[in-house]
Protein backbone atom coordinates (compact mmCIF):
# COMPACT_ATOMS: atom_id res chain seq x y z
CA UNK A 1 0.00 0.00 0.00
CA UNK A 2 2.41 2.66 -1.00
CA UNK A 3 0.03 5.69 -1.40
CA UNK A 4 -0.55 4.64 2.65
CA UNK A 5 3.31 4.57 3.64
CA UNK A 6 4.85 6.95 5.69
CA UNK A 7 7.36 8.96 5.32
CA UNK A 8 10.88 7.57 5.16
CA UNK A 9 13.13 8.83 8.17
CA UNK A 10 16.10 7.46 6.61
CA UNK A 11 16.78 6.61 3.07
CA UNK A 12 17.90 2.85 2.60
CA UNK A 13 21.58 4.68 1.93
CA UNK A 14 21.37 6.44 4.64
CA UNK A 15 21.19 3.30 7.33
CA UNK A 16 23.73 1.32 5.62
CA UNK A 17 25.92 4.23 6.43
CA UNK A 18 25.01 4.05 9.90
CA UNK A 19 25.32 0.60 10.58
CA UNK A 20 28.74 0.30 9.19
CA UNK A 21 29.59 2.61 11.75
CA UNK A 22 28.68 -0.36 14.51
CA UNK A 23 30.90 -3.09 13.02
CA UNK A 24 27.98 -4.89 10.86
CA UNK A 25 29.21 -7.75 9.63
CA UNK A 26 26.20 -8.15 6.81
CA UNK A 27 23.08 -6.61 6.20
CA UNK A 28 20.04 -7.96 4.06
CA UNK A 29 17.63 -6.20 2.65
CA UNK A 30 14.51 -8.09 1.61
CA UNK A 31 12.25 -6.10 -1.60
CA UNK A 32 8.70 -6.39 0.51
CA UNK A 33 6.62 -6.76 -2.41
CA UNK A 34 3.20 -8.78 -2.49
CA UNK A 35 5.24 -11.94 -3.16
CA UNK A 36 7.64 -11.87 0.31
CA UNK A 37 4.03 -9.93 1.85
CA UNK A 38 1.88 -13.15 0.74
CA UNK A 39 4.59 -15.74 2.86
CA UNK A 40 2.65 -16.97 5.99
CA UNK A 41 5.05 -16.89 8.98
CA UNK A 42 5.82 -20.37 8.48
CA UNK A 43 6.72 -20.17 4.97
CA UNK A 44 8.61 -16.97 5.84
CA UNK A 45 10.98 -18.58 8.89
CA UNK A 46 11.50 -21.80 6.81
CA UNK A 47 12.76 -20.28 3.53
CA UNK A 48 14.03 -16.87 4.62
CA UNK A 49 15.91 -17.44 8.16
CA UNK A 50 16.13 -20.98 8.21
CA UNK A 51 16.85 -21.92 4.30
CA UNK A 52 18.28 -18.40 2.84
CA UNK A 53 19.87 -17.44 5.65
CA UNK A 54 20.66 -20.42 8.24
CA UNK A 55 19.68 -18.30 11.02
CA UNK A 56 21.00 -19.95 14.63
CA UNK A 57 20.03 -16.50 16.98
CA UNK A 58 17.59 -14.02 16.34
CA UNK A 59 17.00 -10.92 18.49
CA UNK A 60 13.60 -8.99 17.70
CA UNK A 61 11.88 -6.37 19.00
CA UNK A 62 8.47 -6.42 21.08
CA UNK A 63 6.51 -5.03 18.21
CA UNK A 64 7.84 -7.35 15.47
CA UNK A 65 5.29 -9.34 12.97
CA UNK A 66 6.03 -11.06 10.19
CA UNK A 67 4.05 -13.20 7.90
CA UNK A 68 0.63 -12.43 5.85
CA UNK A 69 -1.44 -10.51 7.50
CA UNK A 70 0.88 -9.99 10.35
CA UNK A 71 -0.03 -13.19 11.47
CA UNK A 72 3.65 -14.24 13.03
CA UNK A 73 4.87 -12.35 16.19
CA UNK A 74 7.67 -12.97 18.90
CA UNK A 75 5.80 -16.52 20.65
CA UNK A 76 5.12 -18.05 17.25
CA UNK A 77 8.68 -17.44 15.98
CA UNK A 78 10.18 -18.40 19.16
CA UNK A 79 7.61 -21.68 18.92
CA UNK A 80 9.16 -22.43 15.17
CA UNK A 81 12.67 -21.94 16.56
CA UNK A 82 12.21 -24.92 19.54
CA UNK A 83 11.02 -26.76 15.99
CA UNK A 84 13.57 -25.78 13.75
CA UNK A 85 17.13 -25.68 15.83
CA UNK A 86 17.49 -21.79 16.58
CA UNK A 87 17.20 -19.29 19.53
CA UNK A 88 15.44 -16.45 19.73
CA UNK A 89 15.51 -13.89 22.06
CA UNK A 90 13.35 -10.49 22.58
CA UNK A 91 14.96 -7.30 22.38
CA UNK A 92 15.17 -4.63 25.30
CA UNK A 93 12.73 -2.15 24.71
CA UNK A 94 14.40 1.44 24.72
CA UNK A 95 12.26 4.01 26.62
CA UNK A 96 12.38 7.97 27.31
CA UNK A 97 9.89 9.48 29.69
CA UNK A 98 8.55 6.78 30.31
CA UNK A 99 7.54 6.00 26.55
CA UNK A 100 8.52 3.36 24.08
CA UNK A 101 11.16 4.98 21.36
CA UNK A 102 9.38 4.14 17.94
CA UNK A 103 9.81 5.91 14.76
CA UNK A 104 6.50 6.52 14.74
CA UNK A 105 6.88 8.97 17.90
CA UNK A 106 9.96 10.13 16.25
CA UNK A 107 7.72 11.04 13.24
CA UNK A 108 5.01 12.72 15.73
CA UNK A 109 8.03 14.79 17.20
CA UNK A 110 9.61 15.72 14.00
CA UNK A 111 6.62 17.75 12.39
CA UNK A 112 5.84 19.50 15.66
CA UNK A 113 9.19 20.71 15.16
CA UNK A 114 10.98 19.49 18.62
CA UNK A 115 14.76 18.83 17.09
CA UNK A 116 16.07 18.70 20.52
CA UNK A 117 13.86 15.87 21.71
CA UNK A 118 14.47 14.20 18.18
CA UNK A 119 18.16 14.29 18.93
CA UNK A 120 17.29 12.86 22.81
CA UNK A 121 15.54 9.52 21.08
CA UNK A 122 18.13 9.23 18.16
CA UNK A 123 20.96 9.88 20.02
CA UNK A 124 22.00 11.96 17.25
CA UNK A 125 20.76 15.01 15.09
CA UNK A 126 18.21 14.36 12.42
CA UNK A 127 20.07 14.36 9.22
CA UNK A 128 19.19 14.14 5.42
CA UNK A 129 21.94 13.00 3.26
CA UNK A 130 22.29 13.31 -0.27
CA UNK A 131 23.69 14.32 -3.50
CA UNK A 132 23.80 17.96 -4.33
CA UNK A 133 22.08 18.89 -7.61
CA UNK A 134 21.17 21.52 -10.27
CA UNK A 135 18.16 22.87 -9.22
CA UNK A 136 15.97 26.36 -10.49
CA UNK A 137 18.68 28.97 -9.54
CA UNK A 138 15.36 31.05 -8.35
CA UNK A 139 17.69 31.30 -5.01
CA UNK A 140 20.52 33.00 -6.82
CA UNK A 141 18.00 34.85 -8.57
CA UNK A 142 16.79 36.72 -5.85
CA UNK A 143 20.27 37.33 -4.22
CA UNK A 144 20.23 33.97 -1.64
CA UNK A 145 21.97 31.06 -3.26
CA UNK A 146 21.39 27.76 -2.46
CA UNK A 147 22.36 24.50 -2.91
CA UNK A 148 19.28 21.51 -3.64
CA UNK A 149 19.60 18.13 -2.85
CA UNK A 150 17.99 15.34 -3.87
CA UNK A 151 16.24 13.41 -1.15
CA UNK A 152 14.78 10.81 -3.15
CA UNK A 153 11.27 11.12 -0.93
CA UNK A 154 7.56 11.48 -1.74
CA UNK A 155 7.19 12.82 1.76
CA UNK A 156 9.37 14.16 4.14
CA UNK A 157 8.97 14.08 8.29
CA UNK A 158 9.92 17.66 8.52
CA UNK A 159 8.92 20.91 6.67
CA UNK A 160 9.74 24.30 7.19
CA UNK A 161 13.18 26.42 7.34
CA UNK A 162 15.97 25.32 9.82
CA UNK A 163 18.98 26.49 11.04
CA UNK A 164 21.53 23.89 9.94
CA UNK A 165 25.21 22.17 9.39
CA UNK A 166 26.21 21.13 5.98
CA UNK A 167 28.92 17.80 6.40
CA UNK A 168 30.87 16.59 3.11
CA UNK A 169 31.65 20.43 2.35
CA UNK A 170 35.15 20.42 3.31
CA UNK A 171 37.19 20.14 6.41
CA UNK A 172 34.47 20.81 9.27
CA UNK A 173 30.59 21.46 8.84
CA UNK A 174 29.24 24.72 7.29
CA UNK A 175 26.60 26.78 8.93
CA UNK A 176 23.42 27.03 6.79
CA UNK A 177 19.70 27.83 6.42
CA UNK A 178 17.69 25.22 5.22
CA UNK A 179 14.22 25.26 3.23
CA UNK A 180 12.76 21.60 3.06
CA UNK A 181 9.53 21.94 1.24
CA UNK A 182 7.41 21.91 -2.18
CA UNK A 183 8.21 25.77 -2.44
CA UNK A 184 4.16 26.74 -2.01
CA UNK A 185 4.98 30.07 -3.17
CA UNK A 186 6.53 29.05 -6.97
CA UNK A 187 3.42 26.48 -7.20
CA UNK A 188 6.12 23.65 -6.57
CA UNK A 189 4.99 19.88 -6.22
CA UNK A 190 8.23 18.16 -5.45
CA UNK A 191 9.69 17.99 -1.98
CA UNK A 192 12.81 19.88 -1.93
CA UNK A 193 15.82 20.46 0.17
CA UNK A 194 17.74 23.94 -0.09
CA UNK A 195 20.04 25.43 1.57
CA UNK A 196 21.72 28.55 1.64
CA UNK A 197 25.74 27.84 3.11
CA UNK A 198 26.25 31.22 5.19
CA UNK A 199 29.95 32.45 4.21
CA UNK A 200 30.56 29.89 1.64
CA UNK A 201 30.50 29.88 -2.25
CA UNK A 202 32.18 27.66 -3.95
CA UNK A 203 30.54 24.94 -7.09
CA UNK A 204 29.81 21.60 -5.15
CA UNK A 205 27.81 19.85 -7.72
CA UNK A 206 27.99 16.25 -7.58
CA UNK A 207 28.76 16.09 -3.48
CA UNK A 208 27.47 13.78 -0.97
CA UNK A 209 26.16 15.99 1.49
CA UNK A 210 24.95 15.31 5.52
CA UNK A 211 22.60 18.16 6.43
CA UNK A 212 21.97 17.67 10.61
CA UNK A 213 18.66 20.12 11.56
CA UNK A 214 19.79 21.90 14.48
CA UNK A 215 16.28 24.62 15.06
CA UNK A 216 13.78 24.85 13.22
CA UNK A 217 13.11 28.55 12.52
CA UNK A 218 9.22 28.34 10.90
CA UNK A 219 7.19 26.20 8.97
CA UNK A 220 7.00 26.51 5.10
CA UNK A 221 4.34 29.30 4.15
CA UNK A 222 3.24 31.37 1.40
CA UNK A 223 3.53 34.96 0.56
CA UNK A 224 1.82 37.34 -1.63
CA UNK A 225 4.70 39.20 -3.40
CA UNK A 226 8.31 38.13 -3.59
CA UNK A 227 9.17 41.36 -1.42
CA UNK A 228 7.44 40.07 1.15
CA UNK A 229 9.43 36.31 0.65
CA UNK A 230 12.62 38.47 0.92
CA UNK A 231 12.01 39.92 3.66
CA UNK A 232 11.61 36.78 5.27
CA UNK A 233 14.54 35.32 4.10
CA UNK A 234 16.58 38.18 5.57
CA UNK A 235 14.66 37.32 9.04
CA UNK A 236 15.57 33.97 8.83
CA UNK A 237 18.80 34.59 7.97
CA UNK A 238 19.42 36.73 11.07
CA UNK A 239 18.08 34.19 13.62
CA UNK A 240 20.27 31.67 12.11
CA UNK A 241 23.50 33.91 12.37
CA UNK A 242 22.02 34.24 16.37
CA UNK A 243 21.48 30.98 16.78
CA UNK A 244 25.19 29.47 15.55
CA UNK A 245 26.38 32.68 17.89
CA UNK A 246 25.14 31.60 20.50
CA UNK A 247 25.41 27.14 20.40
CA UNK A 248 29.25 28.34 19.28
CA UNK A 249 29.32 30.11 22.90
CA UNK A 250 27.89 27.10 24.74
CA UNK A 251 29.88 24.70 22.83
CA UNK A 252 32.96 27.16 23.99
CA UNK A 253 31.98 27.35 27.39
CA UNK A 254 31.63 23.51 27.78
Known sequence: MPDKAPARLMRLREKIEHMSRHNIDRMVCLRFDQ????????????????????????????????????RGDFSILRLFGEQLGFEVELAVTCKINGRRVSSTWIREILAAGNLVLARQLLGRHYSISGRVVHGDKR?????????NIDIHRLRCPVNGIFATKVYGLGEGPIDAVTSIGTKPMFDGKQMILEAHLLDFNRDVYGRNVRVDLLKQLRKEQTFTTIDELKDQIEIDLQQSREFFEENNKNMEMN
Not at 139 to 147: F, S
Open 35 to 70: TLAGLSPLDFVQEILVKSLGVQYLAVGDDFRFGKDR
Open 139 to 147: GRALGYPTI
